[in-house]
């Protein structure tokens, strides 16, 4: 499984566009990308997942460059409620089992 | 649609006892994974069950099983405990036979053991 490395924490105030970059260089053609948002004391919810270019969703947009080395999760307008750890996941079909790096502690502040 | 539970939310145990979780998949779900998380580990892989079998197994010692029922639902035992089992527990389900990352995960609110 390709390693990720993204920042371990992050900074940012409501209203502002967050970016998250996560790095990947060992993705294999196969792989795809997928983040994951966890508030303290709950499980990780699934944000966004994708293999190639751009993808949108109502809560978050993904970015990939052309060589997938690295993805970009952007948080549009981010609010207090967005304070959470981010996960960056890369993989093919394991069958369910997801590996869990770090993650991006994001903070959001006034 | 209700989303996957777990019980109990809260445990506490002494070392050398075992214990045992429960998850209840979203109706129609066929995987179920477990996740152990603590502070200095992080999220871990403990294995996922299919159809009633074991598809996938994480780096955990023996004392750490499961099983799944036929109507999905699952279980893991944790026997002789240790001070380093305290962790939140969590369970996942996904919809189809997949798995994995083409497959998104559905996470419970999870088990809070704590061993004293």
């Known amino acids: 499984l390709a390693k990720t490395t993204q920042p371990i924490s992050m900074d940012s105030y409501e209203g502002q566009e967050v970016n998250i970059t996560c790095s990947h260089n060992?993705?294999?053609?196969?792989?795809?990308i997928t983040w994951y948002q966890q508030f303290p004391s709950q499980g990780p919810r699934f944000i966004i997942q994708?293999?190639?270019t751009k993808v949108t969703n109502e809560v978050a947009s993904l970015f990939i460059p052309a060589d997938r080395k690295s993805s970009t999760l952007s948080l549009p307008r981010v609010s207090l409620s967005d304070t959470a750890v981010y996960y960056c996941?890369?993989?093919?079909?394991?069958?369910?089992?997801?590996?869990f790096g770090q993650g991006t502690e994001l903070s959001v502040k006034p | 649609k209700a989303g996957v539970t777990q019980t109990p939310r809260y445990l506490i145990k002494t070392r050398g006892q075992q214990v045992t979780l429960s998850c209840s998949p979203i109706?129609?779900?066929?995987?179920v994974s477990w996740y152990q998380q603590t502070p200095g580990q992080g999220l871990q892989f403990l294995f996922e069950?299919?159809?009633?079998?074991?598809?996938n197994k994480g780096n955990f010692p023996g004392r750490f099983s499961g099983r799944q029922f036929s109507n999905s639902r699952s279980e893991m035992n944790v026997s002789t405990l240790e001070l380093g089992d305290s962790a939140l527990y969590l369970c996942?389900?996904?919809?189809?036979?997949?798995?994995?990352?083409?497959?998104?995960?559905?996470f419970g609110p999870g088990t809070r053991l704590t061993v004293l």
């Open positions: 996941l890369v993989g093919g079909n394991q069958g369910g089992k997801l590996i």
């Open positions: 996942a389900s996904s919809p189809s036979g997949r798995g994995g990352f083409t497959d998104e995960q559905f």
């Open positions: 109706s129609g779900h066929r995987s």
């Open positions: 060992n993705i294999a053609t196969n792989d795809y």
């Open positions: 994708g293999y190639k």
């Open positions: 069950y299919f159809s009633e079998t074991q598809r």
